[in-house]
């Protein structure tokens, strides 16, 4: 038997709706705020930020929402993705689980991302909008919406957390390729962003900044709206194509998971691949052990609140209920960047708050170890983020092996590392420390959260 074993739909089973999780929760959302009011937003709230679409979406309780033709047209240049068995991974761990991972990273911007950001470009081309202006931590979600800009011919404009923007080059000639402009963050083109530069000159960034920077411009022009890559409802919508493609495909493999694994900065590609699974178990299918996986520096679901807090630094945005470390919580810059946010989505913090999912934190040391555990039995190398759902595998089926129980292990592998290899030559070089979450920094962020 070959030691490659790839579950591969055709193109026709590509979905034709997104599934809305809100749909089947069994307690409803708390309501998004208005930052100044500090009441329930409406759709006229969201218009100076959003595409008619896409407000239509984050607000819907619909449980199948229709994927529009030129969408599904774009998605079928990488979708369906593959899904693997893992077998060379079992047999070098000696464990009786069967390992099974979903690998987004054949998309063209080599991760999970593709899956909103085209849709997010569709709607905002539909309704005559010229420029999106948006942010990225490690430089994925930048790439994606840099491809799905030129694919709908708009003005693509990202702050790139200045950590991110150095550390990876790559991520940033990646976007400018496809003719997207990169702007380091905080930068001196917003007041916001020369605000935090005065306090502190030599500021590496944060998503929190970065947000708050694109959601400035994107407000003070008309031709300009905004993006994000994760948090939303209607992001996490977008990516339930993962989830719902890894159902057939585990049917495929006559297997049916008993745990699913993801790492969360955001929430999408978390989000992606459980929902589908765990909306069916809501509607009274089979149950799944659901295992969220964040970095200790950036603890959001381990060591955050529940609470509403912004989704930026600049306090523009709306605000949300969701597990938070605070809006002015700068995490240190550790090399997973799409996991270095101080908020969790809305709808994976509900859910956790209501027992359906667990959360762990490891450190980059060990997470880079087990994405190199990985690479070496599976052939991928993993992005740094991808490495922290790999090392709850490896947890997982460790114990699997000392008590000799059998499981059926899915994770999503949401994007390669080919362009983080500098920090992969960092790693080798022992170059790289863990960076564990300050305890005080957490607590003075948490104590500035908005009263509500």
Known sequence: ??????????????????????????????????????????????????????????????????????????????????????????????????????????????????????????????????????????????????LAGALFDLQIEVFMVAVSYHQKPYRRAFMESFGAQCIPSPSDRTEFGRSVLAEDPQSTGSLGIAIGEAVEMAASAQDTRYALGSVLNHVLLHQTVIGQ???????????????????????????????????????????????????????????GRFAYDYGDTAH????????????????????????????????????HDLGYLDARAYDQLECFAAGLRFAKAEGIIPAPEATHAIKAVLDEAEECRLGGTEKTILFNLSGHGNFDMQAYTDYLGGKLKDLGGSSDEVAMALSGLPQV
Not at 260 to 288: D, E, M, W, Y
């Open 245 to 303: 493609e890894a159902m057939e495909q585990m049917a495929m493999a006559d297997a049916y998971p008993d745990t699913i694994v993801a790492c969360t900065g955001g929430g999408s590609n978390f989000a992606g691949i459980v929902f589908p699974f765990l909306g069916q178990a809501l509607r009274g299918g089979p149950n799944i052990q659901a295992i969220a996986v964040e970095p200790t520096a950036c603890p959001t679901l381990t060591k």
């Open 1 to 146: 038997m070959s030691e490659t074993i790839k579950y591969q739909l055709d193109e026709s089973r590509l979905p034709r709706s997104w599934y809305n999780i809100n749909a089947d929760l069994p307690e409803p959302l708390a309501p998004v705020l208005h930052p100044g009011t500090k009441e329930p937003v409406g759709p006229s709230d969201l218009a100076p930020l959003f595409p008619n679409g896409v407000i239509e979406q984050e607000m819907s309780l619909e449980r199948d929402i229709d994927i529009p033709a030129p969408v599904r047209d774009a998605y079928r240049q990488w979708r369906p993705s593959p899904l693997y068995r893992a077998r060379r991974l079992e047999r070098e761990l000696a464990t009786p689980a069967k390992i099974f991972y979903k690998y987004e990273g054949v998309s063209p911007s080599g991760s999970h991302k593709a899956n909103t950001s085209i849709p997010q470009a569709f709607y905002n081309h539909a309704e005559g909008v010229r420029r999106i202006t948006t942010e990225t931590g490690a430089g994925q979600w930048g790439s994606s919406l840099a």
């Open 316 to 351: 523009l945005t709306p605000l949300a209920k969701m597990h938070t470390l605070g809006s002015s919580f700068k995490p240190q810059g550790f090399h997973a960047g799409g996991l270095r946010y101080h908020g969790m989505a809305p709808q994976v913090s509900h859910l």
